[in-house]
Structures are given as C-alpha cells and as structure tokens.
C-alpha cells in the first residue's frame, strides 16, 4: 500500500526538522539523522533500485458456483407414490430409480395388450397361410375346370357327329362273329339236347351247352342292338343331356377363374391382419411406457441436492420429486463491468477463490461470455468452467472470486509502489541523480499490489520510497540506509488491478 500524507503533517514536521537540525549541530558525533530529517537544504530520504522482472496485469471478478447438470426431476403422470429410494445427499447414477408410483392399474391393461397381440399374431399367421396355398388351390380348380369343360364339348360335337364308317364296320363285324358263335352253340345244343333224351348225354353236359347257347344268343342280341344304334345314330335327349353338360361345365370354368380374385382378396386380408397386429404391438408399447414412467429416474450421475416426496403422497402431473445435482463438472458465473470487456475474451485461464477453502485456489477458464448485460449497470456475465477436484470441495451456490489474467509483461522496470505520488491522473516519482532529486513523471501501463510497470523511468534508477513527500525537483537529498533497498524480486509477480 502507498503511503499518502497531507500537507497538514507535512507543515507540522518543518518545525521539528529545524529544531532537530540545530541540536544535531550544537552535538558533535550525533547519529546521522533519519529520512525526513535535513542539513542546510538535504533531505534525508530512503531510495529503492528499479528492476528488472514480471508483472501480470489482472482483474477480479465475482459470482456464484452452479453447476453444469442440475435439474428438478418431476413425475410424467398422476398416481400415488408407493415407494421412494433416496434421501438427500445419496449419490445416484443415471438412470437409478428415484421413486415409484402405484403400477397395479397398468399391469392389468398390460396383460390385456398382450393378450391382444398373441391374438393378432394368429390371425396373422392364418391370413399368411390362406394367401400362401389360395394360389395352388386356384390354379388346381381351373385346371379341372377346363379338362371337364373339354371332355363335355368333345362327347356333344360326338354325338352330333354321329358314328364314323369305322365304327359301323366294326359294329357289322362284332354282329357277324357273335352270329356264328350263336350258330355254333345252337347247334351244338340241339345236338345235346337229342343225346340226352337218348340218355346218351350226362345232364351236367347237357346243362353246361344249353348255358353256352343262351350266352351266345345274348351277345348275338346284343350285337344287333349295338349296329342298330350306330346305325340310327343318337337320341335327341343324349345330345340335349350333353349340351346341358357343356354349359355346366362352361359355368365351373367360368368359377374357376374368378378364383383368382381371391388371391387379391387374400393378400388384402393379410394386410389387415398385419395392421391389426401392429395396433396391438403399438398399444402394448404405449402400456409399458406408462409403466415405466411410474418410475422416476434419475436423469444422470449425480448427488440427491433435496427431496420433495414422501411415500403414500398422491402426486399429479409435474409433480416435483428430486433435485439431482452434478458436482463434478461446475461453472462459476461472474459479473464483468462492461469497461472490461475488450480485454477479455473466450479461453483466458482464471484462478477461483472461495471463502469456504481460503487457502486453495482452483483452477478454470472463460468458456463463454453472454451476449447480453446482466443488469441496470450494464454489467455483463462470463460462464468460467470449473473442474471439482476429487474430494469434490466445491458446492453450487458458493461465493466465488475469481482473477483473470489478461496480459504478462516481461523483463519490464518495476517501481514499487511506495515510491508513487499520485495527483488526478498524474503519476510522479522522485528519481534520484548524484543526490539530486528529480521528478519523473510516469505513464502508468499496468500495475499489481506491490510495484507498477510505467513508461518514462530504466532498470537501475534509484526512486525515493521515504521522504519523497517532503521533496521539490532539483533538491539535494542524502540518502540513509546501508545499500538501496530492491524495487522487488527479479521476477515478483502477484495479483494485479488496473
């Protein structure tokens, strides 16, 4: 801290300088007088060497620690609470279950949703079955359809014919040859018949020729009977019964092939049972997100900060459960006042202190600056990222200070503080040259707690520290002490305000 003293205590001590001179003079071999004491003009003063070091111009700022991930967690539906699983200050991790409501109503629609998806499962599988063999069917009953129809229109276009040449020569031909089978076997009846009147024949032989000439007479009949047909040809009632058939058949071919419809009609009833099952599927899905949404989870890893809830509370839509905090990952919201804000930007390294932990210092950076001002006194705000050491010290809400460095300047002449006299804006300070004081006039450019980098003053200078108040350019000064006291360390840095 500089030291100013008013003119009043300077007129004060120009008294006592004279009397201590006077006596100084009236006793010889007396000790050399201290800074502020003065022989015939001299004033004793106490100097300091400027030098050489670094000094690092910084700002403080401050706020409040909030964390990156903190949130109220609420319930998604109305319901009873049956059961809460935290207390605050528990660590959670994502996902955990923070409470639960009443699930028994939903467990029953559940059941039900299943239930009504196994059925549309099997409807599905019947419609898939049914489109995959209605083709086969299909193709099968119109080729029967065609091959009867073909059979029907083939005896019509016969009987309208009538019989061919060939047929009615082999017609004459069978009458022919069953005609000599029936002359043979009479005649050999006749035979028989004869012998065994004559008790010549056995009537076991008897009876076997009389059989074989009946037969030969029936095939000799109907022999005749076949020529006869074929050459009257067929009945108008045979050709009619045969036209009536084609028609039928006709009709069944013509049913046949409005089968194929029910493909279509089959692919279409697949379809439906498809979308009937993915109704049910959908709705099933509905319940169980329902379901899950009577458990409060935990959003992510973090610490129980309060608790709402208690159990058998009936809790509507929104209702708040838990605060879930993460203190890993912090930030510290500090307040900037606009002068500032040309010298600060995005990713300059912040040292934070907070009163709870006076000897600790955390480290951060700027990770945003808002693009708004944050009150009436146009201040703005700095988002500064903090990392929570392992023992996890820092909680939300704590009072923080933090000080951005902006700039280092390095190898610079650093004159300490107390060798300042400051007036309005002007900076002064006497220099001292073959114990002449001189006043220099400084350009101050950037300053900390001990010393101030300036233009206008070397490395090497001798600056008044004690006394300077009672000098006047051009005074002759003596200088006290054993050696000039340093301007600071070769390389002093420290917490810096501009």
Request: hydrophobic share 40%; aromatic share 4%; net charge positive.
């Amino acid at each position: 801290m500089r030291s100013i003293e008013s003119p009043q205590v300077a007129l004060f001590a120009l008294p006592l300088l004279a009397l201590s001179l006077l006596l100084s003079g009236c006793r010889g071999g007396a000790p050399a007088p201290k800074a502020g004491a003065s022989e015939t003009g001299t004033v004793a003063v106490e100097v300091a060497t400027v030098q050489t070091g670094d000094l690092s111009e910084e700002i403080e700022v401050t706020g409040d620690l909030a964390s990156y991930a903190d949130t109220v967690v609420a319930t998604k539906q109305g319901g009873r609470i049956v059961e809460v699983r935290v207390r605050e200050g528990d660590r959670v991790q994502k996902g955990q279950v923070i409470a639960v409501q009443d699930q028994s109503d939903w467990r029953v629609q559940l059941r039900q949703a299943e239930a009504a998806v196994q059925a549309a499962e099997a409807s599905l599988k019947q419609a898939e079955v049914a489109a995959r063999i209605q083709p086969e069917q299909t193709d099968a009953q119109i080729q029967a359809a065609r091959a009867a129809l073909l059979s029907a229109q083939a005896r019509l276009r016969a009987l309208q014919t009538g019989a061919r040449p060939q047929e009615r020569q082999q017609a004459e031909q069978q009458v022919a040859a069953a005609r000599a089978n029936f002359e043979l076997a009479k005649a050999n009846f006749e035979r028989a018949q004869q012998l065994y009147e004559q008790g010549a024949l056995p009537k076991q032989q008897y009876e076997a020729q009389k059989s074989a000439y009946e037969a030969a007479q029936a095939q000799l009949r109907q022999a005749e009977e076949a020529l006869s047909l074929v050459r009257e040809g067929p009945r108008r009632e045979e050709i009619e019964a045969a036209e009536q058939a084609v028609k039928q058949a006709e009709e069944a071919y013509r049913q046949a092939l409005l089968g194929k419809s029910q493909i279509e009609l089959r692919q279409q009833q697949v379809a439906a049972a498809r979308a009937a099952l993915a109704q049910a599927r959908a709705n099933r899905a509905y319940i169980q997100q329902q379901l899950e949404e009577t458990l409060v989870r935990a959003p992510f890893d973090g610490w129980i900060a309060q608790r709402f809830v208690e159990v058998g509370a009936m809790t509507g839509q929104g209702t708040l459960v838990a605060r879930v905090v993460d203190l890993r990952r912090l930030y510290f919201e500090a307040t900037l006042p606009e002068t500032l804000l040309k010298a600060v930007r995005e990713g300059m390294p912040v040292q934070v202190r907070v009163d709870a932990f006076p000897t600790r210092r955390f480290t951060g950076k700027i990770e945003a600056i808002y693009p708004t001002t944050a009150d009436n006194a146009r201040n703005l705000r700095l988002r500064i990222t903090l990392n929570n050491p392992t023992d996890l010290p820092l909680k939300t809400g704590l009072f923080a200070r933090g000080t951005i460095r902006l700039r280092t300047y390095r190898d610079v002449p650093l004159v300490p503080k107390r060798a300042l006299i400051e007036k309005g804006d002007t900076t002064r300070v006497f220099v001292v040259e073959n114990n002449i004081a001189r006043s220099r006039t400084l350009q101050v450019r950037a300053s900390n707690d001990t010393a101030v980098y300036a233009d206008g003053i070397q490395a090497g200078e001798l600056v008044v520290i004690r006394g300077q108040d009672l000098l006047s350019d051009g005074q002759s000064v003596r200088i006290v002490g054993d050696s000039p006291t340093p301007a600071l360390p070769a390389r002093g840095e420290g917490a810096a305000q501009r």
